[in-house]
Nanobody
Framework: QVQLVESGGGLVQAGGSLRLSCAASGDTSKFSMGWFRQAPGKEREFVSAISRTARTTHNADSVRGRFTISRDNARNTVYLLMDSLKPEDTAVYYC??????????????????WGQGTQVTVSS
């Protein structure tokens, strides 16, 4: 069983930056990892994902060029650097682990483990 704990959320002005961290209790080096977000009244949506070796990453169109995902397998930690934040980025951000680990997937149902989420609020 893997437990994921996100941190780094907060309140930031538009144009600012935040870095989210996701620390895992177990070995996630064989898992693909992803970040999702959910705004009030909306469904949870894919944001970014990284392969187990970090050779491949994939971002949603809405964050491409602004968000960067990375991982440190020695620390079992995944990061999401968010630059040029916009008010529409406001949401609860969730870290997730995909046991498949063979590539990058973007569907919510494809991820087995989830963190509790961290709130990101971007003011205009």
């Amino acid at each position: 069983q893997v437990q994921l704990v996100e941190s780094g959320g907060g309140l930031v002005q538009a144009g600012g930056s935040l870095r989210l961290s996701c620390a895992a209790s177990g070995d996630t080096s064989k898992f693909s990892m992803g970040w999702f977000r959910q705004a009030p009244g909306k469904e949870r949506e894919f944001v970014s994902a990284i392969s187990r070796t970090a050779r491949t990453t994939h971002n949603a169109d809405s964050v491409r060029g602004r968000f960067t995902i990375s991982r440190d397998n020695a620390r079992n930690t995944v990061y999401l650097l968010m630059d040029s934040l916009k008010p529409e980025d406001t949401a609860v951000y969730y870290c997730a682990a995909d046991r498949n680990g063979l590539g990058i997937r973007t569907g919510v149902v494809e991820y087995s483990y989830w963190g509790q989420g961290t709130q990101v609020t971007v003011s205009s």
